[in-house]
């Protein structure tokens, strides 16, 4: 039975950076509630919105000072309910960022934590004594330097494996476990709809906390790879399923870096006593640096055969097993037409195009990234002070002057291709003043070319980006094939460096969906029946024989 989840698209809005109404700079809830119509008119099913709570904002709402208080940047629990109650109206979904593997260092908890070793909330956070005077461990936080910072007042180290303002909570304690329960089952009596999982499979820390693999010459040693998917992961998961999550019809999502298949299975298992779907990172990760210092550091590029084996393989290893989730961007990731497409002015439509094509049409549920349906591009960082972004700066302090592995001017250019900031530049409404984003200065300077692309002209122009995901969207709610049938790469296309062809069957439909992944014309046969129908492109006018620069089709036999 297919569950409404499965057929759903969601849009993700990032909050600071889509639509600012009184002119501050920094977009707010009123602001998502006057940009509704557009985001129904794409037609989508649900609205994730990055964490809109009460902040330290030093990582962009990841660090929460209060779970069940609003961002007061954002505006108030009155807006809040405004906005869910118009978007139920329109029939949109509305799910929150659920972020519980660690909390601001401004938590009540935390400050209370902190005091002494005996107080009532000291276990709600991993404290360690030093070791030979040092860190408890080798481990390196994911925003560069250690995962352990020192607090005087106790003489103890704290665990955080992010910034040194986002402390872990200390999931082995049954009290923090109940607090999140309690929290989660508060915003359910509001009336949202799911949580998108912050770094879930972060949760469960290895017993004794030892020290993880080193690369030669690396500052510090990697414990992420051995927290990830750790010993009481699934039971945790299983305790919130219990008690929160199976007593509502919500969607639900885990963010889960380092996910392996036989993981996934679990995390999203079709038997519903954990999560409905998991993001995984494999093909965020084909484009790192082949120094493991530098990590995501990089102006790599992906090849389409590394991209297609990785995407494949989670069709079609999770099929009847776990559903998977679609996406090219969120708010951590650079744009996709940058990043595996062509942001020329000549290609960036249809690259664009094509790179929708490409995933919408496979199994799972896909997310749509704001200003992803605009073909919005990378930016570009001049200088050290162009960049926000919390785990750039650190890298850069780390890499560059600390370490001195790498140039200030070179580690600039891998920025443009990889910063997070790339995906949190303000939404481009029109080619007016800051893009008609804000009357103010924007917290984030906007992306250069606001003047052509934007959501006026796009939605002015047929042919635009926009309307083709609309198209798509119509596409996954109309035809069963998409998210039912199976999936298989086309004869021998598994050597084909340029193409990706795949289909789709169920008993009565088969798609194909075929994919220029390159700016050259090539030269194909799919041995096409002549029944099938082409029900989208991306060129407009006469079909040719041969496959046009980026182009892609879609071919449906029913
Ligand atoms: C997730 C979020 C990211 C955040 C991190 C720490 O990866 O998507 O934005 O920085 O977790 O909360
Ligand atoms: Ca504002």
């Not at 380092?258 to 999203?268: H, R, S």
């Not at 289909?503 to 050259?520: A, M």
């Amino acid at each position: 039975m297919t569950k409404w989840w499965q057929k759903a698209v969601v849009y993700q809005v990032y909050p600071r950076s889509f639509q600012d109404s009184n002119g501050d700079g920094i977009g707010d809830l009123p602001g998502i509630i006057q940009r509704l119509p557009y985001i129904k008119k794409l037609g989508v099913d649900v609205i994730w919105l990055n964490p809109i709570y009460k902040t330290s904002n030093v990582d962009g709402g990841y660090d929460i000072s209060d779970y069940q208080a609003i961002n007061p940047d954002f505006g108030t629990m009155t807006d809040f309910k405004k906005l869910l109650a118009q978007a139920h109206q329109m029939g949109l979904k509305i799910m929150l960022d659920l972020v519980v593997n660690h909390s601001s260092s401004e938590h009540p908890w935390f400050i209370e934590s902190r005091q002494s070793k005996d107080n009532p909330h000291r276990d709600f956070y991993i404290w360690r004594d030093p070791v030979n005077g040092h860190e408890p461990n080798n481990w390196g936080s994911f925003f560069s330097g250690p995962a352990w910072t020192y607090d005087t007042k106790t003489q103890q180290y704290y665990l955080h494996l992010f910034a040194k303002e986002q402390p872990d909570l200390n999931w082995a304690n049954p009290q923090v476990r109940q607090a999140v329960f309690k929290m989660m089952n508060w915003w359910a009596k509001q009336g949202i709809d799911g949580f998108r999982m912050d770094v879930i499979s972060l949760l469960s820390k290895p017993d004794g906390l030892p020290d993880g693999p080193q690369a030669p010459n690396a500052p510090y040693g990697d414990g992420g790879s051995l927290v990830a998917n750790g010993k009481h992961e699934h039971e945790y998961l299983r305790e919130m399923n219990q008690q929160v999550l199976s007593k509502y019809d919500w969607i639900t999502v885990g963010e889960t870096a380092g996910v392996t298949i036989d993981q996934a299975a679990k995390y999203a298992n079709l038997d519903g006593n954990e999560l409905n779907m998991v993001f995984q990172f494999e093909h965020m990760g084909l484009d790192n640096n082949r120094d493991p210092r530098l990590g995501k550091w990089s102006d790599q590029k992906a090849t389409l055969t590394a991209l297609r084996a990785n995407l494949t393989k989670w069709q079609q290893k999770l099929a009847n097993r776990a559903w998977n989730s679609l996406y090219w961007n969120n708010h951590d990731q650079p744009r996709v037409v940058s990043r595996f497409g062509n942001d020329s002015p000549q290609y960036r439509v249809l690259s664009a195009k094509m790179l929708a094509t490409m995933l919408h049409c496979m199994q799972g549920t896909p997310y749509i990234y704001q200003g992803e349906e605009l073909g919005m591009t990378n930016t570009h960082f001049a200088t050290l002070d162009d960049v926000v972004d919390v785990e750039a700066r650190n890298a850069y302090h780390e890499l560059v002057d600390q370490e001195k592995i790498i140039s200030g001017q070179k580690l600039l250019r891998y920025f443009d291709a990889k910063s997070r900031d790339n995906a949190r530049t303000p939404m481009q409404w029109n080619d007016q003043k800051n893009a008609g984003f804000s009357s103010g200065k924007p917290w984030l300077q906007l992306n250069a070319n606001y003047q052509q692309i934007n959501a006026a002209a796009a939605l002015a122009d047929p042919n635009s980006i926009f309307y083709f995901y609309q198209q798509l969207i119509k596409l996954r709610h109309n035809l069963a094939v998409i998210t039912d049938g199976d999936f298989q790469l086309v004869k021998d296309n598994d050597q084909d460096p340029a193409v990706f062809a795949y289909t789709r069957r169920n008993s009565d439909q088969q798609l194909l969906v075929i994919c220029n992944f390159t700016d050259q014309t090539l030269e194909r046969d799919y041995s096409l029946v002549p029944e099938a129908k082409l029900i989208l492109q991306n060129y407009q006018g006469k079909m040719t024989t041969s496959l046009r620069p980026y182009e892609a089709r879609v071919y449906l036999t029913d």
